[in-house]
Protein backbone atom coordinates (compact mmCIF):
# COMPACT_ATOMS: atom_id res chain seq x y z
CA UNK A 1 0.00 0.00 0.00
CA UNK A 2 0.87 3.65 -0.60
CA UNK A 3 2.00 5.53 2.48
CA UNK A 4 1.93 9.38 2.83
CA UNK A 5 3.90 11.10 5.17
CA UNK A 6 2.87 14.67 5.26
CA UNK A 7 4.70 17.39 7.65
CA UNK A 8 4.59 19.08 9.53
CA UNK A 9 1.91 17.70 11.36
CA UNK A 10 1.55 21.13 12.98
CA UNK A 11 2.89 24.89 12.62
CA UNK A 12 1.94 28.09 14.15
CA UNK A 13 1.99 31.26 11.69
CA UNK A 14 0.99 34.64 11.74
CA UNK A 15 -1.48 36.44 8.99
CA UNK A 16 0.38 37.48 6.09
CA UNK A 17 2.83 34.53 6.16
CA UNK A 18 3.55 31.86 3.53
CA UNK A 19 2.63 28.80 4.85
CA UNK A 20 4.04 25.76 3.14
CA UNK A 21 3.06 22.09 3.71
CA UNK A 22 4.95 19.04 2.32
CA UNK A 23 3.79 15.54 1.59
CA UNK A 24 6.20 12.37 0.57
CA UNK A 25 4.73 9.20 -0.81
CA UNK A 26 6.05 5.89 -0.44
CA UNK A 27 6.57 5.31 -4.37
CA UNK A 28 5.77 7.18 -7.44
CA UNK A 29 2.80 8.22 -7.96
CA UNK A 30 2.88 10.68 -10.82
CA UNK A 31 0.66 13.74 -10.05
CA UNK A 32 -2.20 12.00 -8.52
CA UNK A 33 -2.35 14.26 -5.01
CA UNK A 34 -5.66 16.04 -3.63
CA UNK A 35 -5.33 18.25 -1.24
CA UNK A 36 -8.14 18.98 1.59
CA UNK A 37 -9.18 21.64 4.45
CA UNK A 38 -10.99 20.91 7.26
CA UNK A 39 -12.12 23.12 10.16
CA UNK A 40 -13.23 22.47 13.43
CA UNK A 41 -17.02 20.49 13.45
CA UNK A 42 -16.79 20.21 9.71
CA UNK A 43 -16.66 18.27 6.34
CA UNK A 44 -13.06 18.33 4.46
CA UNK A 45 -13.23 20.53 1.53
CA UNK A 46 -11.66 20.10 -1.80
CA UNK A 47 -8.89 22.17 -2.45
CA UNK A 48 -6.67 21.16 -4.69
CA UNK A 49 -6.62 17.86 -7.37
CA UNK A 50 -3.83 16.46 -9.07
CA UNK A 51 -1.13 17.96 -7.80
CA UNK A 52 -1.57 21.71 -9.05
CA UNK A 53 -5.52 21.89 -9.87
CA UNK A 54 -7.50 24.39 -8.16
CA UNK A 55 -11.20 23.32 -7.55
CA UNK A 56 -13.80 25.47 -8.43
CA UNK A 57 -14.06 28.49 -5.74
CA UNK A 58 -10.80 28.35 -4.33
CA UNK A 59 -8.78 31.28 -3.93
CA UNK A 60 -5.28 32.07 -5.53
CA UNK A 61 -3.51 31.74 -2.68
CA UNK A 62 -3.47 28.10 -2.50
CA UNK A 63 -1.39 26.23 -4.68
CA UNK A 64 0.11 23.10 -5.25
CA UNK A 65 3.04 21.44 -7.03
CA UNK A 66 5.28 18.25 -6.95
CA UNK A 67 4.92 15.21 -8.96
CA UNK A 68 6.76 11.64 -8.43
CA UNK A 69 6.87 11.31 -4.58
CA UNK A 70 7.32 14.63 -3.05
CA UNK A 71 4.14 17.45 -2.92
CA UNK A 72 4.20 20.62 -1.63
CA UNK A 73 1.00 22.50 -0.73
CA UNK A 74 1.32 26.65 0.29
CA UNK A 75 -0.71 29.20 1.36
CA UNK A 76 0.84 32.61 -0.01
CA UNK A 77 -0.57 34.92 2.52
CA UNK A 78 -2.36 33.41 5.30
CA UNK A 79 -5.39 34.55 6.39
CA UNK A 80 -7.97 34.75 9.41
CA UNK A 81 -10.51 32.24 7.70
CA UNK A 82 -7.29 29.74 6.66
CA UNK A 83 -6.15 28.40 10.02
CA UNK A 84 -7.70 25.07 9.84
CA UNK A 85 -6.21 21.34 9.01
CA UNK A 86 -5.08 20.16 5.63
CA UNK A 87 -4.63 16.70 4.10
CA UNK A 88 -2.92 15.54 1.14
CA UNK A 89 -4.76 12.00 -0.21
CA UNK A 90 -3.23 9.96 -3.40
CA UNK A 91 -5.04 7.79 -6.06
CA UNK A 92 -2.74 6.02 -7.80
CA UNK A 93 -2.50 2.52 -6.39
CA UNK A 94 -3.99 1.44 -9.65
CA UNK A 95 -5.97 -0.79 -10.75
CA UNK A 96 -6.91 -0.93 -7.13
CA UNK A 97 -9.53 1.90 -5.44
CA UNK A 98 -7.41 2.48 -2.52
CA UNK A 99 -6.78 6.15 -1.60
CA UNK A 100 -4.55 7.16 1.23
CA UNK A 101 -4.61 10.29 3.23
CA UNK A 102 -1.44 11.86 4.95
CA UNK A 103 -1.36 12.50 8.85
CA UNK A 104 -2.53 16.32 8.31
CA UNK A 105 -1.29 19.43 9.34
CA UNK A 106 -3.10 21.54 11.73
CA UNK A 107 -2.48 25.66 10.98
CA UNK A 108 -2.86 27.44 13.99
CA UNK A 109 -2.69 30.58 14.85
CA UNK A 110 0.82 32.65 16.38
CA UNK B 1 -24.58 18.41 -4.68
CA UNK B 2 -26.42 17.09 -1.36
CA UNK B 3 -25.21 13.85 0.45
CA UNK B 4 -26.78 13.36 3.84
CA UNK B 5 -25.93 10.24 5.64
CA UNK B 6 -27.34 8.53 8.38
CA UNK B 7 -27.63 5.31 10.64
CA UNK B 8 -25.21 5.85 12.78
CA UNK B 9 -25.33 5.38 16.76
CA UNK B 10 -23.92 3.54 19.48
CA UNK B 11 -23.43 -0.27 19.23
CA UNK B 12 -21.92 -2.92 20.91
CA UNK B 13 -18.75 -4.37 19.88
CA UNK B 14 -19.42 -7.56 18.00
CA UNK B 15 -22.68 -5.93 16.29
CA UNK B 16 -23.57 -4.82 13.18
CA UNK B 17 -24.29 -1.48 11.58
CA UNK B 18 -25.98 -0.34 8.25
CA UNK B 19 -25.28 3.34 7.15
CA UNK B 20 -26.48 5.32 4.18
CA UNK B 21 -26.01 7.72 2.09
CA UNK B 22 -28.54 9.71 0.01
CA UNK B 23 -27.57 12.08 -2.73
CA UNK B 24 -28.87 14.30 -5.00
CA UNK B 25 -27.95 17.33 -7.11
CA UNK B 26 -26.08 15.22 -9.57
CA UNK B 27 -26.91 11.93 -11.18
CA UNK B 28 -25.17 9.53 -8.74
CA UNK B 29 -25.26 6.77 -11.08
CA UNK B 30 -22.41 8.50 -13.41
CA UNK B 31 -19.75 8.62 -10.42
CA UNK B 32 -17.50 6.60 -7.95
CA UNK B 33 -18.55 6.81 -4.05
CA UNK B 34 -16.68 6.54 -1.23
CA UNK B 35 -16.52 6.22 2.99
CA UNK B 36 -13.96 7.98 5.02
CA UNK B 37 -14.28 7.87 8.29
CA UNK B 38 -12.43 10.01 11.27
CA UNK B 39 -11.70 8.97 14.59
CA UNK B 40 -12.36 11.54 17.51
CA UNK B 41 -9.46 13.86 17.85
CA UNK B 42 -7.88 11.89 14.86
CA UNK B 43 -6.83 12.26 11.12
CA UNK B 44 -9.12 11.20 7.83
CA UNK B 45 -8.79 7.43 7.13
CA UNK B 46 -10.24 6.29 3.55
CA UNK B 47 -12.68 3.22 4.70
CA UNK B 48 -13.88 2.45 1.44
CA UNK B 49 -15.07 3.39 -2.31
CA UNK B 50 -17.05 1.91 -4.95
CA UNK B 51 -17.24 2.40 -9.10
CA UNK B 52 -20.44 3.97 -10.53
CA UNK B 53 -21.61 0.41 -11.64
CA UNK B 54 -20.13 -1.91 -8.95
CA UNK B 55 -17.13 -2.88 -11.19
CA UNK B 56 -14.53 -2.08 -8.84
CA UNK B 57 -14.62 -1.96 -5.04
CA UNK B 58 -12.27 -0.85 -2.73
CA UNK B 59 -11.24 -1.19 0.85
CA UNK B 60 -8.88 -0.36 3.54
CA UNK B 61 -7.39 -3.08 5.44
CA UNK B 62 -8.88 -2.39 8.94
CA UNK B 63 -11.90 -2.92 7.24
CA UNK B 64 -11.88 -5.86 4.65
CA UNK B 65 -13.37 -8.91 5.13
CA UNK B 66 -16.24 -6.98 8.15
CA UNK B 67 -17.54 -3.72 5.84
CA UNK B 68 -19.27 -3.84 2.85
CA UNK B 69 -20.12 -1.07 0.22
CA UNK B 70 -22.84 -1.51 -2.19
CA UNK B 71 -25.19 1.40 -3.70
CA UNK B 72 -28.75 1.70 -5.30
CA UNK B 73 -28.10 3.93 -8.34
CA UNK B 74 -32.29 3.58 -8.85
CA UNK B 75 -32.34 5.38 -4.93
CA UNK B 76 -29.49 7.50 -5.47
CA UNK B 77 -28.42 5.98 -2.36
CA UNK B 78 -24.69 4.46 -1.22
CA UNK B 79 -24.58 2.14 2.10
CA UNK B 80 -21.97 0.84 4.08
CA UNK B 81 -23.22 -2.47 6.09
CA UNK B 82 -20.46 -2.89 9.02
CA UNK B 83 -20.08 -6.07 10.75
CA UNK B 84 -18.12 -7.29 13.50
CA UNK B 85 -17.70 -3.93 15.00
CA UNK B 86 -14.74 -3.48 17.01
CA UNK B 87 -14.28 -0.22 19.06
CA UNK B 88 -11.40 1.27 16.96
CA UNK B 89 -14.23 1.56 14.37
CA UNK B 90 -15.95 4.40 16.41
CA UNK B 91 -15.64 7.68 14.44
CA UNK B 92 -17.20 9.96 11.61
CA UNK B 93 -18.17 8.46 9.15
CA UNK B 94 -18.28 10.90 5.83
CA UNK B 95 -19.78 9.86 2.90
CA UNK B 96 -17.96 11.67 -0.51
CA UNK B 97 -18.66 12.19 -4.31
CA UNK B 98 -15.76 11.44 -6.35
CA UNK B 99 -14.47 14.03 -8.48
CA UNK B 100 -14.21 12.16 -12.28
CA UNK B 101 -17.26 11.29 -14.18
CA UNK B 102 -17.17 7.37 -15.01
CA UNK B 103 -14.00 6.93 -12.65
CA UNK B 104 -13.57 3.30 -12.04
CA UNK B 105 -10.84 3.27 -9.53
CA UNK B 106 -12.01 6.91 -7.23
CA UNK B 107 -10.29 10.39 -7.78
CA UNK B 108 -10.39 12.99 -5.20
CA UNK B 109 -13.11 13.62 -3.08
CA UNK B 110 -15.23 16.78 -4.06
CA UNK B 111 -17.94 16.95 -1.76
CA UNK B 112 -18.96 15.33 1.50
CA UNK B 113 -21.59 15.00 3.85
CA UNK B 114 -21.68 16.21 7.03
CA UNK B 115 -21.30 12.74 8.64
CA UNK B 116 -22.93 10.26 11.24
CA UNK B 117 -21.18 9.36 14.08
CA UNK B 118 -20.59 5.30 15.41
CA UNK B 119 -20.11 5.04 18.46
CA UNK B 120 -19.03 1.18 19.73
CA UNK B 121 -19.05 0.37 23.28
CA UNK B 122 -20.18 -1.83 25.69
Known amino acids: DIQMTQSPSSLSASVGDRVTITCQAS??????VNWYQQKPGKAPKALIY???NLETGVPSRFSGSGSGTDFTFTISSLQPEDFATYYC????????????FGGGTKVEIK | VQLVESGGGLVQPGRSLRLSCAAS????????MHWVRQAPGKGLEWVSG????????GYADSVKGRFTISRDNAKNSLYLQMNSLRAEDTALYYC????????????????WGQGTLVTVSS
Open chain 2, 50 to 57: IDWNDGNI
Open chain 1, 89 to 100: QQYDDLPRTALT
Open chain 2, 96 to 111: AKDRVFGSATGTSLEY
Open chain 1, 27 to 32: QDIGHY
Open chain 1, 50 to 52: DAS
Open chain 2, 25 to 32: GFTFGDYA
